[in-house]
């Protein structure tokens, strides 16, 4: 899994359909998910701390699991299935822990208003995501290509003395 952060909602030129950009931790790589605009307005409301004067449908969420002493743990982003994103709810009080079935704008939406992680699938960030910073992407590509342009069979052979039990490793940070 992956950790995502909320960077921004943007809309697509197209259609004008609000658009949620999740991007790593490196700054890499935003998965886009499509939301609608009553969605987009709640996580907005929560990016710009900007509260509703009576709580919208994830506040009263929120103020449900804080009733019952529930905790969420986490969103977890996990499967994206003919164009649409599936995610999961886990949460948790004492030693029970569940999860629900939740759309992802949802989940984001309540995730955010209680500071909770936001998780994505590896397999959903490699088919869904677009590159953010191409030129280290393309610098990563170019390092790695003169890598093998200067690996040999050979330096993959064992050469020189046997191992024994009394051989050490040493470690890079010494």
Known sequence: MIEMRVAGIALDAMSRTPVILLRD???RRQVPIYISKEQANSIIAVLENQPAPRPLTHDLFVNL????????ERVVIHSLQDNTYFALLTLSKGEIRRELDSRPSDAI???LRLDAPIWVMEEVVAEASIPVDTDADEAEK??????LANINPSDFTHRGKSSTSNDTLESSDS
């Open 109 to 111: 939406a309540i995730a």
């Open 142 to 147: 170019k390092a790695f290509q003169a890598f």
């Open 65 to 72: 699991l804080d009733e019952w002493d529930m905790t969420l």
């Open 25 to 27: 931790t490196t700054d």
